[in-house]
């Protein structure tokens, strides 16, 4: 018995069989080309990225109205919230903020707890002020992060633009890239919450003009009360950038970042090259480690 | 014994004297004109196939898609003389994938409409009357069947494969071939009960 497929005739003409064919010819070709076979996985990663990116950001909830001067905004979950000059604030869920003052020539923020960031318009009439417990971050247009975790330590973070942060009375611009720091003291020590500054450059592209700069307490110096215990808290250590060394306090001491040890000079000849006692400088003793590998003495059975 | 790696180029990608083992090692070897020889010869046997299988496909392109396939994976094929019947299985599977998707897009409510399938234009006038028949009842049926029971039926029933050979172009176990035929029947005799 004949298959059934013997009654069925499709025709297909030659003109379709080279349309085809040029069709397949230069797929083949593209084929054997040779491909980056990372090309589409990595597409496929920015897609998901992206993806991901926009559904954080859908899920974003937006305040209708822009705050309005002693409103207080407890976010339950992450909000963007609008601010009466343009700028954005964008709160993590649990983060709380007050919106102290609003004028033409002033914006302050009170950060009560949680983390927020905070998109501000260019404006250069107007002060914007973040303020988080006693530190205050005065903006110039830019975009950055205050985050204050429990009780005692404040975080600023900046994306884009400057920042003054004033804690202690020391004030510390922060350009992008660098975040600062700062950890309440404990109360215990008798003197009621102070707080130590620790400036942290995350990519300071300066590191090798970095000088520490001891900055002295508050009263400490000559005819300072000394019947008081040292408290090592009290000294603030503060890196800046050796430009900025001028304008360090009255009564810092500064202290540039120690040179490397001089290297024993590049021995010339062969000779010397090969000889490492001839290499070793005259003058200087020699290292007491030993330099090259020497094999164990054998280890010999005790006679008896 | 080795297998020949290099053959005396050909005049001309139309030539049939070449057998399709030749013409796989020679396109292997990267040669255009023995993949010429082979898309030739072999595209409208793989558009009649998968005409078969689901006529409502573009057959066409199916054909291509496979062949194409085919040609840029030479290297897998371990036995060249096989050629033919490891295209059928490449079609087989172009042809699962396209009844798939528009199974899925029917179901998301993207379905084209359906024509009624000509017939009448590929039966052949010397068709038996009874197979005639046989053949609308059995396209009538695979239509209403899900892909893979309609495939099991389309390749032993209008093919004319053995289960065995059907379980090979669709890569799947011999018992899962019965088992789908089985139900393809089933359905097909209710469907004709109804009718």
Known sequence: ?304 | MTRPTHLVALPSARRDDVTDAELVVSAAAGQRWASEALFRRHFATAVRLSWRLAPRCDAEDVAQDALVEALTHLKQLSNPAAFVGWLRGIVVRVVRGRLRRRSLLRRLGFGDADEEVDLDAVISPSTPPEASVQIRELYRAMEKLPTEERMVLALTRIEGLTNEEAAQSMGLSLATVKRRLASALAALDVSEGDA
């Not at chain 1, 975790?149 to 973070?157: C, L, Q, R, S």
């Open chain 1, 1 to 304: 018995m004949r298959p059934l497929r013997d009654y069925l005739e499709r025709e297909v003409d030659d003109g379709a069989i080279d349309a085809h064919w040029a069709a397949a010819s230069e797929r083949l070709d593209a084929a054997r080309r040779p491909t980056r076979r990372w090309v589409a996985p990595a597409l496929a990663a920015a897609a998901a990225v992206l993806i991901v990116a926009g559904v954080a950001r859908v899920t974003l909830r937006h305040t209708q109205q822009p705050l309005s001067p002693g409103q207080a905004l407890l976010a339950d979950a992450a909000t963007v919230a609008q601010l009466p000059d343009g700028s954005q604030v964008e709160l993590a869920f649990g983060a709380g903020v007050k919106l102290v003052s609003s004028a033409a020539d002033l914006i302050e923020i009170e950060v009560s707890r949680g983390t927020a960031t905070f998109d501000v318009v260019k404006r250069p009439a107007r002060r914007f002020v973040v303020r988080a417990d006693d530190v205050t971050v005065t903006v110039v247009g830019t975009r950055f992060t205050v985050k204050r975790d429990g009780a005692d330590t404040v975080e600023v973070a900046i994306e884009r633009g400057q920042v003054d942060v004033r804690a202690q009375g020391i004030v510390k611009r922060l350009a992008a890239g660098e975040q600062w720091r700062g950890h309440s003291v404990d109360a215990a020590s008798g003197e009621g919450a102070a707080r130590e500054p620790i400036i942290e450059g995350l990519a300071d592209p300066r590191g090798s003009d970095v000088v520490e700069v001891e900055l002295p307490e508050e009263g400490d110096g000559p005819g300072a009360n000394e019947a008081k215990p040292p408290r090592p808290h009290h000294r603030h250590k503060v890196r800046v950038p050796r430009r900025k060394v001028a304008a360090a306090p009255a009564g810092a001491a500064v202290r540039p970042r120690r040179p490397p040890p001089p290297r024993p000079p590049t021995p010339t000849s062969c000779s010397e090259r090969l000889s490492p006692r001839a290499a070793w400088p005259a003058g200087r003793s020699r290292p007491t480690t030993p330099t090259s590998f020497s094999p164990p003495t054998p280890m010999t059975r005790a006679p008896g």
